[in-house]
């Protein structure tokens, strides 16, 4: 029996056999239905051209404000730092905290860690520290929330907005094409990929 | 095929997926990414209900507690959970109303009972709807996240209304212990092993 060309399911553990997929699509376990491994489109290359943009994106998205309110002359923003520095000044540093890194620095570090596993692989090098990076990786895109951060703010738009004069930022904007590239990249990223260029079965 | 890899001694790494052969000593590390390997998480049943109970305690101030504190020229008012959802449904947005409602109150909860039912049905070692449990942990596991939705938005509220003469938003003490739940229902959800469900099944020919 050859292992290479086994797999076991990551939710049953049962052993199959690791068939390469003739089109983009996944493979699903046999008994209990989830995904195997999923073979994408364009592979590697668009998965690092997506983690760029997404990077610019989350910069654009920091630098900006979210939501802008105007109450009688006054005339306020939100960044998201401000928001985590308004709850920290309120005596909730925990809850800050927690704000910040679900929707900043988990994402920040999914995507710093995508980019610096497959820069040097474009040009046949592996990173050092492969391993450890990788599982930065896998740990971070467990715990980023973008998608959620950007309904929260959609929400806060209207709750505002019954009571007073409230605008989209441009980083709203920009958290929302992020949100997108995420999830592109979630659907291009094919990790068997990244270790068969670096160590072929 | 027919076996798990752990009934062939061959353990797979939950990391980077790599099957290996079961060395002699415990704790041993992936030999591709390094992860630490185990035939199932350790303590997998039990760190779940020790996440699951801290989570239950505090899903009880994090629904009773105001989550917000308003103050203006007209007066002051507190805002919990669901007095925000009503808020929301009665000035016309229902369909936020009801997004709100099921992120911040019906998916804690129905996380909590999903995976208590998920552990005690490991613990008891049930054999029976192995398919739908596994179902139903892939479910907990995409929605859990959704719950973070009110701290985004009170922490927004907060950011805009905190400097204005007129009005000031504050964080109120439900917010750290809603926060607490979410993080504890996540982690939870990644500690139990849903290989737990099947072992014991006799894979059929």
């Given at each position: 029996m050859n292992r290479a060309q086994l797999l076991a399911c990551p939710e049953c553990d049962l052993l199959q056999h690791d068939a390469p997929l003739p089109r983009p699509r996944k493979a699903l376990c046999a008994r209990c239905g989830a995904v195997l491994y999923q073979r994408a489109r364009g592979g590697l290359e668009r998965t690092l051209a997506l983690t760029v943009t997404a990077l610019v994106l989350l910069a654009l998205a920091n630098a900006f404000p979210i939501l802008t309110l105007e109450l009688q002359d006054e005339r306020t923003t939100a960044t998201l730092a401000g928001a985590a520095a308004a709850l920290w000044s309120q005596g909730m540093p925990l809850v800050a905290m927690l704000v910040l890194f679900m929707a900043l620095v988990m994402p920040l570090a999914e995507l710093a860690a995508l980019a610096y596993l497959l820069v040097p692989l474009a040009r046949g090098i592996r990173a050092p520290g492969f391993g450890a990076?990788?599982?930065?990786?896998?740990?971070?895109?467990?715990w980023g929330t973008v998608e959620v951060f950007v309904l929260g703010a959609l929400v806060s738009l209207v709750k505002l907005g019954h009571v007073a004069d409230v605008e989209p930022g441009v980083a709203l904007g920009s958290y929302g094409a992020l949100m997108l590239v995420m999830a592109a990249i979630e659907a291009s990223f094919d990790p068997r990929e990244l270790w068969s260029r670096i160590a072929p079965a | 095929m027919n076996a798990t890899a752990a009934e062939l001694g061959l353990l797979a790494c939950g990391t980077c997926g790599?099957?290996?052969?079961?060395?002699?000593?415990?704790?041993?590390?992936?030999?591709?990414?390094?992860?630490?390997?185990?035939?199932?998480?350790?303590?997998?049943?039990?760190?779940?209900?020790?996440?699951?109970?801290?989570?239950?305690?505090?899903?009880?101030?994090?629904?009773?507690?105001?989550?917000?504190?308003?103050?203006?020229?007209?007066?002051?008012s507190e805002d919990t959970i669901l007095s925000g959802v009503l808020f929301l449904w009665e000035s016309g947005s229902w369909v936020l109303a009801l997004i709100v409602f099921l992120a911040s109150i019906v998916i804690p909860l129905v996380k909590i009972i999903a995976l208590a039912v998920l552990?005690?049905?490991v613990q008891l070692g049930w054999?029976?709807?192995?398919?739908?449990?596994?179902?139903?942990?892939?479910?907990?596991?995409?929605?859990?996240?959704?719950?973070?939705?009110?701290?985004?938005?009170?922490?927004?509220?907060?950011?805009?209304?905190?400097l204005t003469a007129l009005a000031a938003v504050r964080a109120g003490p439900a917010a750290p212990a809603f926060g607490a739940v979410v993080v504890?229902?996540?982690?939870?959800?990644?500690?139990?092993?849903p290989r737990l469900i099947w072992d014991g099944e006799r894979p059929a020919a």
């Open positions: 990076v990788f599982r930065l990786l896998r740990f971070a895109s467990r | 790599l099957l290996s052969r079961a060395p002699a000593a415990p704790g041993a590390a992936c030999p591709r990414c390094h992860a630490r390997l185990a035939f199932r998480k350790p303590g997998s049943i039990g760190h779940c209900w020790a996440y699951l109970v801290a989570a239950m305690a505090l899903y009880v101030p994090a629904n009773t507690l105001p989550i917000m504190h308003t103050s203006s020229l007209f007066g002051s552990a005690a049905s054999r029976a709807r192995r398919g739908e449990r596994a179902r139903l942990y892939r479910l907990v596991e995409s929605i859990g996240r959704w719950s973070m939705l009110d701290i985004f938005v009170v922490a927004l509220l907060v950011a805009l209304v905190q504890l229902t996540m982690a939870a959800a990644q500690s139990f092993d």
